[in-house]
């Protein structure tokens, strides 16, 4: 009798020990697969890209033709969404990025606000080029009006390649946007199992799949099997406490990127505003060094009106201050994106002093 209960008691330990498991492994997604009319609603804003582009074999990874593939195509192509999230796509242009305007930025942030202000939406995902991925992220960062979650996802190889990234990238992107803790990051790009900010996160390598780093500041998370792991937050202004409304606005303000080299000269920014320009970004080299040829154009630049910014070509670091050369200071923003900020910055003043704290806090 003992015995059988001993035996008894050991075979309800299997069967409480076997019942835990399975609770336990129960993913979300598994546990949210049994009423697919509770699942969180995402949409999805499709722009172009690579994840969008075809190929003439599977082995091709270059020279194929971004931007083939619908936002529905694209759904289509990842089942698994459907366990994940209730997805809507729409599309919002279908180019390369490097083709992506001020206009088409305009167009995807107002829809973005649009989505996020409805009470259904949970999240937005927007698939993209990876070229100037960041540059989108970092606008949206700073225009979007909501704490909800939107994830800038893209891929490296097009969708008919062997071992395409686009269709791991865009359910991790879905995955995220629809997940409660990924709320108040402020806009998010992920690729490759991370999650980054568009604040810090920038392309590295112009055909390895792992390429986007957040270079010093690292990256917000992690996903484990499909599961978001946050570790790290920005503390960067964004989103909900910035002070840029683009609801009202049709274009934005010129803004070009002077590069810096040895012996370089004074010309390319006499052309900047000629052609218009009301702010220039230094690519200056170390730390935003300008040198001695193009200072007379840039102090030119400034005299006339135009807001200077020093950035730095190296990719990383910190701009400090340094009375032999002129303009602001760009902090650690890398061109492309001290380009989106002082952009956006224009539209609401022209005083250096905002918008130089600007620059220190966004
Ligand atoms: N040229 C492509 C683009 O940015 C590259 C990519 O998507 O990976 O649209």
Redesign the pocket.
């Known amino acids: 009798m003992r015995h059988n209960r001993a035996h008894m008691s050991n075979y309800l330990d299997w069967l409480l020990a076997g019942l835990a498991l399975c609770l336990f492994s129960v993913t979300p997604a598994m546990a949210q697969s049994t009423s697919p009319e509770k699942l969180p609603h995402v949409a999805v804003l499709a722009t ?4 969008a ?1 075809t190929a003439g074999s599977e082995t091709q990874t270059t020279g194929y033709k ?2 083939v593939l619908t936002a529905d195509a694209l759904l289509k192509s990842v089942p698994s969404l459907g366990k994940i999230a209730q997805v809507s796509g729409e599309q919002i242009s279908n ?4 083709n992506i305007t001020n206009d088409i930025l305009l167009k995807l942030a107002k829809r973005v606000n649009q989505l996020l202000a409805q009470p259904d939406i949970a999240g937005v995902v927007v698939t ?6 960041e540059e989108t992220a970092y606008f949206l960062d700073l225009v979007v009006k909501s704490d909800k979650p939107v994830v800038v996802t ?3 190889r097009p969708s008919t390649a062997i071992s395409a990234d686009g269709p791991s990238n865009l359910l991790q992107a879905v995955t995220v946007a629809a997940s409660p803790e990924a709320r108040g990051h402020g806009v998010m790009i992920v690729l490759n199992d991370r999650i980054g900010s568009a604040r810090y996160t920038t392309k590295t390598n112009g055909t390895s799949l792992d390429t986007f780093k957040g270079n010093d500041s690292g990256y917000l998370g992690t996903l484990v099997d499909e599961v978001p792991h946050f570790e790290t937050s920005v503390l960067k202004r964004n989103t909900t406490s910035t002070p840029f409304d683009v609801s009202k606005l049709d274009s934005l303000p010129e803004v070009d990127i002077v590069y810096g080299y040895q012996n370089d000269g004074g010309f390319m920014y006499d052309a900047a505003v000629a052609h218009g320009a009301k702010g220039i970004v230094v690519a200056g080299v170390g730390a935003g060094s300008e040198s001695l040829l193009t200072l007379p154009s840039i102090k030119k630049a400034i005299a006339q009106g135009v807001v200077v910014v020093r950035s730095s070509r190296t990719g990383g670091g910190f701009v400090p201050e340094d009375p032999a050369y002129v303009g602001l200071l760009g902090d650690d923003l890398n061109p492309q994106k001290a380009r989106i900020l002082l952009m956006l910055a224009l539209t609401t003043t022209k005083d250096p002093a905002s918008i130089q704290a600007m620059l220190h806090e966004f």
């Open positions: 172009g890209g690579t994840i582009g971004p931007g180019v390369g990025s490097e993209h080029g990876t070229d100037t991925l893209g891929s490296m």
